[in-house]
């Protein structure tokens, strides 16, 4: 039986992906144009920024904040609910966990997204400070280590979504549309995951090389930066943010067809 909130939270999580892919795709196009004109390829907050920076930067932010707002609401409720029965073994809780994260990320994202819009300038520190607290219990060192397991499982996860088709489970696409969700959704998916993959090679070097030191953990943009500086770097990060684009591409889509089963809460 269909209900009100149900039909709340899935308009929130279909405005959530549309949030997420018009983030990604600016990090995308803005990594492009870096690997051809030379400057820094942006982040999260970076392309939250541009958005922000243009003559409709009021409406941008109202919109970005309903969208990321539900994202985080659906991520909740994917994790906590288990609304795509994940179940409660290994696997599952791992899968559930990764969502969990996901909603505490964009959880800050969004309150930086706050802060910017109101004229604080975000600080900037959300992630640096949660990172320093759970070192501050068991070492930088073993917190880089487990990072960087992380990373890699997450980076496992999309490749195999992305070749296996996994997410096909989830759409309720059919016909014609699978044949641009197919090839989109399997791009995107590996370029994420090639982001991890990178992510999760820093924070190992951290451990191994630096002792895991203190600082801010690598990100997006870092990991972007070190892809350009492989041989034949500037190639690599017009790659990969061409890449990126095709994960927003495959956020516009699950905001279309992701089937948003609240009902299975």
């Not at 959530?16 to 999260?44: K, M, Q």
């Not at 590996?190 to 030191?213: C, D, K, N, S």
Request: aromatic share 10%; with cysteine; net charge positive.
């Amino acid at each position: 039986m269909k209900r009100p909130h149900h039909t709340a939270v899935r308009v929130l999580a279909r405005a959530g992906y549309g949030a997420r892919g018009l983030i990604y795709l600016i990090i995308g196009g803005l990594t492009v144009y870096a690997s051809f004109y030379g400057g820094d390829a942006p982040d999260s907050k970076g392309a939250v920024a541009t958005l922000l920076g243009n003559r409709f930067g009021d409406l941008v932010a109202i919109a970005l904040l309903v969208g990321l707002a539900g994202y985080v609401t659906w991520r909740f409720v994917q994790s906590v609910f288990d609304t795509d029965d994940h179940g409660l073994d290994p696997k599952g809780l791992a899968i559930r966990g990764g969502l969990l994260a996901s909603c505490v990320s964009y959880g800050l994202l969004a309150a930086w997204t706050f802060s910017r819009w109101q004229g604080g300038g975000g600080g900037g520190g959300g992630e640096s400070s949660v990172a320093d607290t759970i070192a501050g219990f068991i070492g930088h060192r073993v917190t880089a280590v487990v990072l960087a397991i992380t990373f890699a499982i997450v980076a496992f996860a999309h490749i195999k979504k992305a070749w296996q088709r996994g997410y096909r489970e989830h759409f309720d696409a059919e016909g014609r549309s699978k044949a641009f969700v197919d090839p989109i959704s399997r791009v995107g998916l590996t370029a994420r995951g090639a982001v991890f993959v990178v992510l999760a090679a820093l924070l190992g070097w951290r451990a191994y090389a630096a002792g895991g030191t203190s600082g801010k953990p690598p990100g997006l943009q870092q990991a972007l930066t070190t892809l350009r500086e492989l041989p034949a770097g500037s190639l690599l990060l017009a790659a990969m943010g061409a890449g990126l684009m095709c994960f927003a591409a495959y956020s516009f889509i699950e905001a279309r067809y992701r089937r948003i089963n609240v009902e299975d809460a």
